[in-house]
């Protein structure tokens, strides 16, 4: 074989060799890329995942917010229901009486009128005086275990929440404004004011 036809087939080989190496370069880059296209496109899915379960987070957050603020609510309204609930229990409590009361105050009236109409030192009305007294008595003390208290002001100072003054006069012995006579005793029912007392009210000495 001649020097030519050995060069011509080294030539050959190397070009064979390069064209090989050339080739396995561009198949590495290919899948080279390719690879990175492949982590870049689940690098992406992953960031994009990562971002929904950031807002998913981020909404369960704010509802948690809200159901707990509702939960607030909810119970301090059902705290207000039960203080507003036993106050009205205890008005119904204290109140409930307060028609019967009305309906007692005449029958109070008349057993003081009786004993206002009796001579208690007189032998023929003084038993009757002294059982009249016991019944007003007992009346004005079962009544006032529920409540119900009189009101006889004589001497105090005048109060418009509690008295009706139907006078004045003058008086020496009363200074002014203050309650001289009671005309009519008034009645309280757990400080609640059922009836005022009719009174005379002095203008002090003239």
Known sequence: MSKESNKAENIQAEDIETVTEEVLEGELLNETEENETSV????????FRVEELEQALKAAAAKVEEQKDSVIRAAAEVDNIRRRAAI???????????????ELLPVLDNLERALEGTDAEDEATKSLC???????KGF???????GLSQVSPQGDAFNPDLHQAI???????????????????GYVLN????????????????
């Open 130 to 136: 002294e059982g009249v007294d016991l019944t007003l």
């Open 88 to 102: 009205d229990v205890e008005k119904a409590r204290k109140f409930a009486l307060e028609k019967f009361a009305n």
């Open 191 to 206: 400080e609640r004011l059922l009836r005022p007392a009719m009174v005379m009210v002095s203008q002090g000495e003239s």
């Open 40 to 47: 870049m496109d689940e690098l992406t899915q992953a960031n």
């Open 167 to 185: 006078g004045m006069q003058p008086s020496s012995e009363f200074p002014a404004n203050t309650v001289m006579a009671v005309m009519q005793k």
């Open 140 to 146: 004005v003390g079962a009544v006032g275990k529920f």
